[in-house]
């Protein structure tokens, strides 16, 4: 049976003509015991307490990008391919520009991610256009049987199924 994570997130993405923008809080009774030990770019940063950003902007599960952010704001991203196998391949050496902010309070962390459009190979959005969209948080210290993800499906697999879907319109 499913349930609740202990601790909840809320995820706001908004946009406007240059950019999608990316907002996570993540609420967190244990804030002390937050871990944040990746300090370098594109290391293994879902070690931490984190929130990963999914983003198939063709919405046909056939290549994403992956973003990863810690709570002191360091980045891991890739761009992703899923071959006729349904084997993943990243691509960790693809470094996008974009901006991140992170902070902290007494009961919750949270982050801001600024991704340009032209960072995923697109210009604005024609209102209409959908993306295939997910977003997960890996959470320390965890429950054993808590589930990291928070939109959520039966099939596991990032480049399979795409739990959410963002749409440009107005």
Do not use: M
């Not at 809320?10 to 923008?21: C, G, M, Q, R, T």
């Not at 015991?33 to 983003?55: H, M, P």
């Not at 801001?112 to 969209?133: A, D, H, N, T």
């Amino acid at each position: 049976e499913r349930k609740l994570a202990e601790e909840q997130t809320e995820i706001s993405v908004l946009y406007d003509k240059h950019n999608f923008y990316i907002g996570a809080v993540c609420f967190e009774s244990k804030i002390a015991e937050l871990r944040a030990e990746i300090t370098k770019r594109d290391g293994t940063v879902f070690l931490d307490d984190c929130i990963e950003i999914f983003i198939d902007i063709n919405n046909t599960r056939k290549e994403y990008y992956h973003l990863a952010v810690n709570a002191k704001g360091v980045i891991y991203d890739a761009k992703c391919k899923v071959d006729s196998e349904q084997k993943e391949k990243y691509d960790v050496n693809w470094n996008g520009r974009y901006q991140v902010g992170t902070w902290q309070n007494t009961d919750r962390w949270q982050v801001e991610v600024s991704i340009p459009f032209k960072e995923l190979g697109i210009r604005r959005p024609k209102p209409g256009r959908v993306f295939g969209i997910n977003f997960g948080r890996e959470r320390w210290p965890k429950q054993a049987d808590e589930d990291k993800e928070i939109s959520r499906t039966e099939e596991r697999r990032v480049g399979k199924e795409f739990r959410s879907r963002w749409s440009a319109d107005h």
